[in-house]
């Protein structure tokens, strides 16, 4: 899978949004993008993916840049229930399955 | 939405003995379950992957004597730690991978805190 590279750690204040930036300079063609996040002694938790539009659910936005060298996760108005860390993934989909490769990820403060 | 079901939520057991932790999909299939490791304030580590009716994959690195992985359904992946020692205390989270695997996306258990004592 290609590599990502993300910030270290973030803050926002509560109910600003969050853009939590990732580059993924050698993706390839058929990688898919996908957004996770961790909170403290939990499971991951899956956010949202692309692969070259940008998308939209309840939960974020996903903005991925025309060469898909890098994409933002936007978190709209941020709670402190949103503090975590994110995990920026890139997913190869090959014939069958394929896993997924977590990173250190951005560790996002959210304060009040 | 997807829900996967990870048990125990945590287990402390004595040097030697062997615990079991299964993870089950319960609102969908699941024909790949991926098996992680997170070590304090480290990111997720891949351990295995199995699929279901076949022998499980394992990362290099990981002793497949030691955990004992089986896919015996499409609902239900089990990890077993045998003879357990406390450098296997960990947090193990099993993951599930069901619908088009072109482009859905694995859903996680709540993970198992496991301390070896």
């Known amino acids: 899978d290609a590599k990502t590279t993300q910030p270290t750690s973030m803050d926002c204040a509560e109910g600003r949004a969050a853009n939590l930036p990732c580059n993924h300079s050698?993706?390839?063609?058929?990688?898919?993008v996908y957004w996770y996040r961790q909170i403290h002694s939990q499971g991951p938790q899956y956010i949202i993916h692309?692969?070259?539009n940008n998308e939209t659910n309840e939960m974020a936005s996903l903005i991925i840049t025309e060469d898909r060298k890098s994409s933002t996760l936007i978190l709209p108005h941020a709670t402190l229930r949103d503090t975590a860390v994110y995990y920026c993934?890139?997913?190869?989909?090959?014939?069958?399955?394929?896993?997924?490769?977590f990173g250190k990820g951005t560790m996002l403060l959210v304060s009040p | 939405g997807a829900v996967v079901s990870q048990h125990p939520s945590w287990v402390i057991c004595k040097s030697g003995t062997s615990v079991k932790i299964e993870c089950r999909s319960l609102?969908?299939?699941?024909?790949?379950m991926f098996w992680y490791r997170q070590f304090p304030k480290q990111s997720l580590m891949l351990m295995a992957t199995?699929?279901?009716?076949?022998?499980?994959?394992?990362e290099q690195g990981v002793e497949k004597d030691k955990f004992l992985i089986n896919h015996a359904s499409l609902t239900l992946s089990t990890l077993t730690v045998t003879s357990a020692h406390p450098e296997d205390s960990s947090f193990y989270i099993c993951?599930?991978?069901?619908?088009?695997?072109?482009?859905?996306?694995?859903?996680f258990g709540n993970g198992t805190r496991l301390t070896v004592t």
């Open positions: 199995s699929n279901e009716g076949s022998k499980a994959t394992y």
């Open positions: 993934i890139v997913r190869v989909m090959n014939s069958g399955y394929s896993t997924l490769t």
């Open positions: 692309g692969l070259k």
């Open positions: 050698t993706i390839s063609g058929n990688e898919y």
């Open positions: 609102d969908f299939q699941a024909t790949t």
């Open positions: 993951s599930a991978l069901g619908g088009n695997p072109y482009n859905s996306p694995l859903h």
